[in-house]
């Protein structure tokens, strides 16, 4: 990997964070219009990336990969849940639920698209649709749990239902069939995808915006959620994930996913189940500031 490329994407990608910022805060982009745009980005343009990313030629070496990414992506996942259930036991209860969240839920999908679309090109949004499967899975499950103790009701539907869940089956189809769909259908698909890294960014920065900066810095939970999310896990996961024989682009993917930020979705579901949104929307602000520098420790480490 090119260092100096990947420190330069980050940049870019840091930079299209702050236009989101200053549009936010100067009302250009309103709380409404961030939801609207944060479900258009979900249920319509990175769907549709997915889709785009499968358009290889058929190779049973990427097909290997693409299941050896799935299965990490679960132990990852599985695994952080086991992290967070001991590491934080001396927080209050409402603090150690919003931490046990960001430690197994990553923002893989609004960050980590846009990173591994910069280090491995559409290769990398293919292991990615892989990898967040699990984390789809889990955050409709696991992740109402953590909240609320139970289950919410529908789960298995929701899964099925889900628009990335429906793009990475609908993709693997093409993938596995070696169906080509006609030109201007793919065009119009990849055009549309490609829009996935900007609005994330845009998005993020609309985040951010919406959190008052004297409170920011506030807390040690802000930070040793922040260290664990962005530096100890990766770590942790890297250091286990070499221990076996993995192909180099899934033991990287795997570890780039692992290190990104809080997930967006954490102060969605604090707010939906009772839980502390504000302590949740301010990691996923300081993790994701955080993650400017750590992202290219991590791809240095690599």
Same mark, same amino acid.
């Given at each position: /990997?090119?260092?100096?490329?990947?420190?330069?994407?980050?940049?870019?990608?840091?930079?299209?964070?702050?236009?989101?910022?200053?549009?936010?805060?100067?009302?250009?982009?309103?709380?409404?219009?961030?939801?609207?745009?944060?479900?258009?980005?979900?249920?319509?343009?990175?769907?549709?990336?997915?889709?785009?990313?499968?358009?290889?030629?058929?190779? $049973?070496? /990427?097909?290997?990969?693409?299941?050896?990414?799935?299965?990490?992506?679960?132990?990852?996942?599985?695994?952080?849940?086991?992290?967070?259930?001991?590491?934080?036991?001396?927080?209050?209860?409402?603090?150690?639920?919003?931490?046990?969240?960001?430690?197994?839920?990553?923002?893989?999908?609004?960050?980590?698209?846009?990173?591994?679309?910069?280090?491995?090109?559409?290769?990398?949004?293919?292991?990615? $649709?892989?990898?967040?499967?699990?984390?789809?899975?889990?955050?409709? =499950?696991?992740?109402? /749990?953590?909240?609320?103790?139970?289950?919410?009701?529908?789960?298995?539907?929701?899964?099925?239902?889900?628009?990335?869940?429906?793009?990475?089956?609908?993709?693997?189809?093409?993938?596995?069939?070696?169906?080509?769909?006609?030109?201007?259908?793919?065009? $119009?698909?990849?055009?549309?995808?490609?829009?996935?890294?900007?609005? =994330?960014?845009?998005?993020?920065?609309?985040?951010?915006?919406?959190?008052?900066?004297?409170?920011?810095?506030?807390?040690?939970?802000?930070?040793?959620?922040?260290?664990?999310?962005?530096?100890?896990?990766?770590?942790?996961?890297?250091?286990?994930?070499?221990?076996?024989?993995?192909?180099?682009?899934?033991?990287?993917?795997?570890?780039?996913?692992?290190?990104?930020? $809080?997930?967006?979705?954490?102060?969605?579901?604090?707010?939906?189940?009772?839980?502390?949104?504000?302590?949740?929307?301010?990691?996923? =602000?300081? =993790?994701?500031?955080?993650?400017?520098?750590?992202?290219?420790?991590?791809? /240095?480490?690599?």
């Amino acid at each position: /990997m090119n260092i100096a490329v990947i420190v330069n994407q980050v940049i870019v990608l840091f930079l299209i964070i702050i236009i989101g910022l200053y549009a936010k805060r100067r009302n250009i982009i309103t709380d409404d219009m961030t939801g609207k745009l944060s479900n258009l980005l979900l249920q319509v343009i990175q769907p549709l990336l997915i889709i785009s990313s499968f358009n290889f030629e058929y190779s $049973a070496a /990427m097909l290997k990969n693409a299941i050896l990414v799935l299965a990490a992506s679960a132990f990852i996942h599985l695994f952080s849940m086991l992290v967070g259930r001991f590491i934080y036991i001396r927080f209050p209860k409402r603090t150690r639920d919003v931490l046990k969240y960001i430690t197994v839920f990553s923002n893989c999908g609004f960050v980590g698209f846009p990173v591994l679309e910069s280090v491995f090109g559409s290769e990398g949004v293919f292991y990615g $649709a892989l990898y967040v499967i699990p984390f789809n899975v889990l955050a409709l =499950s696991y992740g109402t /749990m953590v909240f609320t103790d139970k289950n919410e009701k529908g789960t298995f539907k929701k899964i099925l239902t889900h628009p990335i869940i429906i793009s990475v089956a609908a993709g693997m189809l093409l993938f596995l069939l070696q169906i080509q769909l006609p030109k201007p259908i793919s065009e $119009a698909i990849s055009m549309v995808g490609s829009m996935t890294s900007p609005l =994330s960014m845009l998005i993020v920065g609309c985040l951010l915006a919406n959190v008052p900066f004297n409170q920011l810095f506030r807390g040690k939970e802000i930070y040793v959620g922040s260290a664990v999310r962005l530096i100890i896990l990766p770590l942790l996961v890297y250091g286990i994930l070499s221990l076996f024989p993995l192909p180099g682009k899934v033991l990287q993917v795997s570890v780039i996913l692992t290190a990104m930020p $809080a997930a967006a979705n954490t102060a969605i579901y604090a707010e939906k189940f009772g839980g502390d949104a504000a302590l949740a929307s301010r990691l996923i =602000s300081i =993790s994701t500031i955080l993650s400017i520098l750590t992202i290219p420790l991590i791809l /240095m480490i690599l």
